[in-house]
């Protein structure tokens, strides 16, 4: 992945913040205020060093001698042209991540799984930089051209079998790069069994290459050597507060309000359904569990999720929309068109590429 866009400038201020070591204590309204800089956050000694020593473990079984660097910065990313990987730094702390969760309701990376799938897919583009794989023929036409613009969003097309299936949302149909680091991250993964897995698919093809590929690299020395880091989460003084309302603003749903059809065939604002509960309150009692099942199954952003479920509940209200059957019945009902909606999004264009 390329590195992501710079934070604005931070106002101007008197030297460098001193670290602070009481931050762990604050409330989350205390903690947003901090810059980053003043966290004083490090991989050593923290629950990331047993997925990085995971990895190189995994690496080495597969006779890779190539070892990335890392470094903590606001999001995932391998920057172009660097052998190395940037880890969120809430994964640095379990306090961080605890205000992770309650500022966008999930932690990408936040279980061990989790955390070593994506740590599979930017090893992926880490070793595409170390030895400059990018112009080689066959990776090109078998990927596309790593010169492609990154688009901002992508149509996901869930039935191809051109791309593997790694990490969530078909990220792999996103950019020919992608698609490079997440065919790596399934190769690499201990026991995938990807021939059988991906045996009558188009994208066996990819996965032959990679194996060649990588066989061909096993022991050999890195050709870039860098140890360059971008965007390092020490030289941020940016608040937590702002980097928290940018990224919501990021995942958040621009969504028209073209619920109403929906809505209307589960609840009614009709006379006889008036002393019935109120929709809006229903879609709030059960909108944590919903919220769940839907993402587990489109492989979307919790937050997104959410942003849909706010605009049903603010539209409910105002339409004044009561249940007409069962709760149990009403409930399925709901999440079956939560779960096509959030489809129509992810089918429309505008699904983000996570730069």
């Known amino acids: 992945m390329t590195s992501p866009p710079p934070d604005p400038p931070a106002p101007p201020s008197q030297g460098v913040p001193a670290v602070r070591t009481d931050w762990p204590d604050l409330a989350d309204e205390q903690l947003l205020d901090l810059r980053f800089c003043e966290l004083g956050l490090s991989i050593d000694g923290s629950a990331l060093e047993p997925r990085l020593h995971q990895l190189h473990e995994e690496l080495a079984a597969r006779g890779l001698a190539f070892r990335p660097h890392y470094w903590l910065s ?46 599979r897919h930017e090893v992926g583009h880490a070793v595409d930089n170390a030895f400059a794989l990018r112009r080689r023929r066959r990776r090109v036409n078998l990927f596309g051209r790593p010169s492609q613009e990154y688009p901002e969003v ?30 790596f991250a399934v190769w690499l993964t201990p026991d995938s069994d990807w021939r059988v897995r991906f045996s009558d698919w188009p994208a066996l093809k990819k996965l032959e290459y990679m194996d060649q590929l990588m066989s061909s690299l096993a022991g050999q020395t890195p050709l870039v050597t860098t140890r360059r880091r971008v965007e390092p989460i020490d030289h941020k003084r940016g608040t937590l507060r702002r980097y928290y309302d940018r990224k919501r603003e990021q995942y ?14 589960l609840f009614s604002n009709a006379p006889e359904f008036h002393q019935n509960l109120k929709a809006s309150r229903f879609i709030k009692r059960i909108q944590r569990d919903v919220r769940r099942r839907v993402a587990a199954w489109a492989g979307s952003y919790q937050y997104t ?51």
């Not at 920057?79 to 309701?105: N, S, W």
């Not at 996901?156 to 996103?174: E, G, M």
């Not at 958040?252 to 065939?265: A, I, K, Q, S, V």
Request: glycine content about 4%.
């Open 305 to 355: 999720i959410d942003q849909v479920i706010v605009n049903m509940i603010r539209r409910a209200d105002e339409l004044d929309l009561r249940l007409m059957h069962s709760e149990d019945q009403t409930r399925l009902d709901f999440m079956l068109m939560l779960t096509v909606q959030t489809m129509n999004y992810l089918h429309s264009g505008r699904h983000r590429v996570a730069l």
């Open 74 to 119: 606001t999001e995932w990313f391998c920057p172009d042209g660097v052998p190395g990987i940037a880890i969120p730094f809430y994964l640095a702390h379990p306090r961080l991540t605890r205000l992770e969760k309650a500022q966008m309701l999930e932690v990408e990376g936040g279980t061990p799984e989790w955390c070593m799938q994506i740590l």
């Open 154 to 183: 992508y149509l996901p097309r869930p039935y191809s079998k051109s791309f593997v299936l790694h990490l969530d949302s078909w990220y792999a149909q996103s950019h020919p790069d992608e698609d490079f680091a997440e065919t």
């Open 252 to 265: 958040g749903l621009e969504h028209p309000n073209f619920y109403d059809r929906d809505l209307r065939r």
